[in-house]
C-alpha cells in the first residue's frame, strides 16, 4: 500500500513532464529531512521545511491526478496497516523514485503501531549503489552501512520487521546482509518479504505476522 508512490513517480516520468518530476523528487526529499528534524527534535529549519513541503504538495494536488489518488488511498489504508503490527513489528516499504536525471533515489517509508503517521527515510543513490562491489554484499558492510544504516532508529526495540523491497533489491537478498561480524538482519530480526506491505491487510490478527515464514 505504501508504494503508491513509485506509481506517482512513474507516472509524471512516463508523462514526460521533467518540471513536475523534479517538483515530485524535491517534495519526497522535503519530507524526509522534515521526519528527520523532527526525530532529532531540530527547530530550526521545521517552519521553513514545512512551509516548503505544504506549498509543493498543494501543486502537485492541483496539478497531478496521481498523486491525488495517492493521497486518497494512502490516507484512508496506512492506518489499517498500522493496526495489524504488533508493538514489537515495523513495516518497511522501500521505494525506488525515479529523478530527473533518469537515476533513482532510494527511499524507506516506515511505520510501527506507535506512530502517528508513517516516516519517510532517505537511504542512497543508484550511483551509490553502483560504486558498491556486488561480490562483497554479504561479506562486508558496504551496502548494509547505506541501506539499513539510515533505519537504525527505526529499528529499534523491533524484533518483525516486515519489508517490500524496490528496484535493484528484488535481485538481492537484503534480509541476508551483515549486521556486524556475526550476524546478518536475519539472525538479529525475524525478517517477512512481501510483495507490498498491503498484504497486512489480508491477515485477520497481529499474530499471523509471527505465524508466517521468516527468512
Known amino acids: 500500500i505504501l508504494n503508491a508512490s513509485i506509481a506517482v513517480a ?32 531540530i527547530k530550526g529549519d521545521v517552519d521553513k521545511l514545512k ?21 486518497s488511498d494512502f490516507s484512508v489504508r496506512w492506518p489499517q496497516v498500522k493496526e495489524k503490527l504488533s508493538d514489537k513489528s515495523i513495516a518497511i516499504e522501500f521505494m ?13 517509508l516506515t511505520l510501527k503501531k506507535s506512530y502517528s503517521q508513517p516516516h519517510l527515510i532517505k537511504l542512497f543513490s543508484q550511483i551509490a549503489l553502483e560504486k558498491l562491489d556486488k561480490l562483497q554484499y554479504y561479506t562486508n558492510d558496504s551496502l548494509s552501512n547505506i541501506l539499513w544504516g539510515p533505519l537504525k532508529n527505526e529499528l529499534a526495540n523491533t524484533s518483525d520487521v516486515v519489508f517490500s523491497p524496490a528496484g535493484a533489491m528484488h535481485c538481492i537478498g537484503i534480509e541476508y546482509l551483515p549486521v556486524d561480524s556475526k550476524q546478518c538482519m ?30
Open 51 to 71: 512551509a516548503e513541503f505544504e506549498t509543493q504538495e498543494s501543486i502537485l494536488l492541483q496539478k497531478c491526478n496521481a498523486y491525488k489518488e495517492l493521497v
Open 96 to 108: 525506488a523514485v525515479p529523478s530527473v536525471d533518469g537515476q533513482l533515489d532510494y527511499y524507506a
Open 10 to 41: 512513474k507516472v509524471i516520468a512516463e508523462s514526460g513532464d521533467k518540471d513536475m518530476l523534479e517538483l515530485y523528487h524535491s517534495y519526497i526529499s522535503k519530507k524526509s529531512a522534515l521526519d528527520k528534524c523532527y526525530e532529532k527534535g
Open 186 to 215: 536475519a539472525d538479529k530480526y525475524n525478517m517477512y518479504r512481501v510483495s507490498s506491505t498491503k498484504q497486512l491487510l489480508q491477515m485477520d490478527s497481529e499474530k499471523q505476522i509471527a505465524r508466517a515464514v521468516p527468512y
